[in-house]
Every structure is written in structure tokens, then in C-alpha cells.
């Protein structure tokens, strides 16, 4: 194989490999733009029909124009080579993200599959099944953009190749839908099943099914329940984990009907997501407010790292708690209640209205001394100044301004 592929695209190294061959980086020295190349395994490309499918089945995926599905550029055979020509996608295969990472938060994995989802869908509107829906041809860019790659080409190669349960191409049998090990063919339906079974493996952080050999896997997914997912992740969105059984139903006619109702109820579940987030427990102090973790997560104040938030925590709400006040006129000179309505204690009097026999009392100027206003001290602006006010006057902030102090001392 020359390092000119078709007189056009120069190959680099392998950035990847799999069932089919290899996938290379490349250059397409006509317009100047990089490029991924997969090619054909030698075995694969020698059989005409094969070959055949194989080109009619990547022009078929070079129509698909979404955000969501790797563009396919170019395809053809030089020499002995069959070869397709896609996008370079930047970024880490989900497969690598999952090793990585381990579980995903809910949020993130829905929406990862909903880019999946959302790529199958437009695939399948165009009557191309993907037939190896798995998390190593998912690819995500450091701007979070979701890829599917390989779109039409391993059904095509292992139908024509006549590949069994032994082959490699059939599909991967961690993500093989139970009518698929069964002989049955490549449907949107079992598309579907595959990306449950990703959902299933980002949220739990392991797949439904492993096994010694890739046959008691596949038939895992054909005879046996996975772990309910509400058991290995307590507290997880109902609507999220009946959409993930849903997709993973052992019958075909139980799944969805299509990707765009799959997202839909995952869509469902998101929404509570952000109910959720909306409704975490704030501490409102005058006009500041504070968030809490949804859920009210409880700080663990026996981390000395956890501590030291929480002091600091502390001392910020102390300060904005003792701001308000002091803004309210509490603390700084004036009688809590000055002001207010007469309470049943102290009954409201009608003004005396002067008579004859006792004449009005003359108008006199009011006393300056009594009516000017009353120089208050500023509040502090930060938690050194109030440990300062609260070193001179502990009962600024109450009875506890002592022990606030204390506290405060420690955050600084």
C-alpha cells in the first residue's frame, strides 16, 4: 500500500482498528483538509459482491448530512485497497470516556445518547441501519459535540460476508440485540436496543452483560434480566430508567417505534432534571441568596477540605445575614419595632381635639437636638471588619456575637 491512497489522500498514522481494518489519519492534498480513512480488510474487499455493497452502502451513508453522524467524504477501491473517506472528528471515543470516567451523572449521559439517538433517527429516515451501535464508534469533541461514525457500512460488509455469531462483523455482542444473535436481520429496532445498552452502561458504569466469550454475552442479552437499574443507582429519575427498560426490551415490538420517541421520553426525564436543579434549597439572607446542592446534599464537615468551606461559608452568610440587618436599622441604634403599629398593648389614641375652654397649644419648632438624624456606623463590607465590630461590641449581632466571632476568627 503506497502512502497515496487513490492519487489523492496521504495517509498517516493509525488512529484506530477494529473488525473491519484500520482507520488512519490522512490529508486530502486536493482540498487541503484532514481527513480519517478506514480501510477495508484484505480478506473483506476480495469478494466482488462484498466490495460491491460495500461502495454502494458508503455512498449511501456520504448522503447523511446531520450534525450528529460523521460525514463520509469519499469512497472507492485503489489497487486491492476498498477504502471509505470521513470526517476527522477531534475528541475521545465515548468508549474512552466511560474507561475514563466511569458512571456519567444523568444529565450528561441522557444527553449524550440523545445525540446518538438524534443521528439514528436521520439515518433511519433514510433507510440506513447502523447494525454496531457501541460506544467506541460514538466520538465526543472537547466541545461536547456528539459523532456517530460507521453509519450503513457494517451491516453492509457482514451481510454480504454471510458472518455468523463466530464472525467479528455481526456486530459487537455487548451492544447485540437478542434478535440479532437469533439470525434475525438489522432493524432501526435493534439500533435502538444498542443505544439503551450504552444509556444503561453510562449510567451505571458497567455494561448489562459480561461474560467469558462473546457468545454467553450474546445470549445473556437473548435469555437473561441485567441488574434493575434503580438498584445499582438509587435515586434515579423513574421516567429515565423505565425509557432505559423500555429500550432494552427482549422483544423488538416493545421498544420504541423510533429515535424520535426515545428521545422524547428521555426528554421527559431531563425535564425533571432541571425541576430538580430549580427547586435545591436556597438559604436567603436579606437580599443575597445562596444555593444549595439538589437534593440537599449534606456537607461532610469532617473532611478538612469540606471544613474549611463550610467555615467559609459560614462567615460570608454571617456577613450578608449581619449586612441586613444593619440595613434594616437593627443593630445600628434603633429599636427593633420603632415604627410600627401600635400593638394591643399599647392602643391607638385619636388626637385631642382642642375646644374653647382650652386653646390649642401654640406650634414650636421642633427640637433639632431630638428630630436630627442620627449618625449610624457603617456595616462591614467584609468578615475582618465585622470580626473587628463584633471585638468592640459582641452584642451588635445579638446575643451569640460572641460566639460568631469565634467562629468567624477561624475562617481567617
Known sequence: ???????????????????????????DQVLQRPV????????????????????????????LAHPNAAA????GRDGDVSFLVMELVEGESLAQMIARRGALPPAEAVALIDGVLAALGAAHRQGLIHRDVKPSNVLVTPAGEVKLTDFGIAKSVAEDAGLTLTGELLGTPR???????????ATAASDLYAAGVMLYELLAGRPPFEGDNPLSVALAHQRQSPAPLSALKPGLDER?????????????????PDAASFRAALGEAQSA??????????????????????????????????????????????????????????????????????????PSSPPATPTAAEPAPAETAPDAATTAPVESEPAPTDIEGLIAQLRDD???????????????????
Do not use: N
Open 240 to 256: 429515565l430508567v423505565t425509557a432505559v427498560d423500555r429500550a432494552m426490551s427482549k422483544d423488538a415490538g416493545d421498544r420504541f
Open 394 to 412: 459582641p452584642q451588635a449581632a445579638g446575643e451569640k456575637g460572641e460566639d460568631l466571632r469565634e467562629l468567624l476568627e477561624k475562617v481567617v
Open 72 to 75: 463520509v467524504y469519499d469512497a
Open 273 to 346: 432534571f432541571a425541576v430538580a436543579e430549580a427547586a435545591a434549597p436556597t438559604l436567603a439572607l436579606g437580599a443575597q441568596t445562596m444555593r444549595l446542592p439538589a437534593g440537599g446534599t449534606p456537607i461532610d464537615a469532617s473532611s478538612p477540605g469540606s471544613r474549611s468551606g463550610w467555615l467559609a461559608a459560614v462567615g460570608v452568610a454571617a456577613l450578608l445575614g449581619f449586612a441586613a440587618l444593619a440595613a434594616s436599622g437593627i443593630g445600628a441604634g434603633e429599636e427593633p419595632g420603632a415604627g410600627a403599629a401600635p400593638t394591643a398593648e399599647e
Open 36 to 63: 480519517a480513512v478506514k480501510l477495508l480488510r484484505d480478506d473483506l474487499g476480495a469478494d466482488d459482491q462484498t466490495r460491491e455493497r460495500f461502495l454502494r452502502e458508503a455512498r449511501a451513508a456520504a448522503s
Open 1 to 27: 500500500m503506497s502512502q497515496l491512497l487513490a492519487g489523492r489522500y496521504e495517509l498517516g498514522e493509525t488512529i484506530g482498528s477494529g473488525g473491519m481494518g484500520l482507520v488512519v489519519g490522512g490529508l
Open 175 to 185: 451492544y447485540l440485540a437478542p434478535e440479532l444473535s437469533a439470525g434475525k436481520p
